[in-house]
DNA sequence: GGCCATTACGGGACACGTAAAGATG
DNA sequence: CATCTTTACGTGTCCCGTAATGGCC
């Protein structure tokens, strides 16, 4: 399966059209940066970016990956503190319901 | 972030209920998957498994991780898929449409 | 004593950073 | 020549597997 540090790597030289501006926003280097996209082009078996005399721009695969990269991505963002949350009873024990009729309980 | 790596092994211990189970599942020893859990744990800062003398039992954090953590993997491991598809050209140039006659129409 | 989880230790894979090389206008 | 990407090389970290230790019926 696709690992999340890959999926981070690629959506940021996706979104910047430049190895070596991604590579800024992330805080690394570019060679590590393109090593990466590499090697998830490797693993996916086809090419994710074109590669231009002034940047990179993604493929048809590689549109197609960045949405569903961002999809999982926010999502998982979430799950960390979500977590966190549930485990310090913010969340997790709280149940929500729908009646008809609890409009017309008084509380108490 | 969380790494798929971590949710996977939590999952499969979360489901199995034994470390020494979910690894065999898993096709790894009991110590690494041991260890991963407890990476995730500390990368979290909550106990996530509850230890008891014969095997494990998710926390209340652990059953919201379990949660979340199938819905991350369920996505992610579409994504490798979909973009193949799409490079092979199968995906992402179709376009899928509904009408009322269409059914009324004979091919050719 | 048997079962299960954990700690200890050595080896391999992967990613990073620096430095040098290749490609293109 | 300037810009950007890629290859080369050495280092550090993380994970794995085997072996030994700890806790609880």
Known sequence: MIEL???RAFVAVAEEGHITRAAGKLGMQQPPLSRL???LEAQLGCRLLRRMPRGVE???AGLALLEEARAV??????V???VRRTARGEAGRLAVGF????????FG
Not at 73 to 78: F, H, Q
Not at 99 to 106: G, I, K, R, V
């Open 37 to 39: 996209v590499q090697g």
């Open 5 to 7: 540090h890959r999926l």
């Open 80 to 82: 960390e503190d979500a």
């Open 99 to 106: 009646t008809s009729s609890a409009a017309l309980h008084p």
């Open 73 to 78: 991505l926010a999502r998982a963002s979430r």
């Open 58 to 60: 993604p493929t048809e």
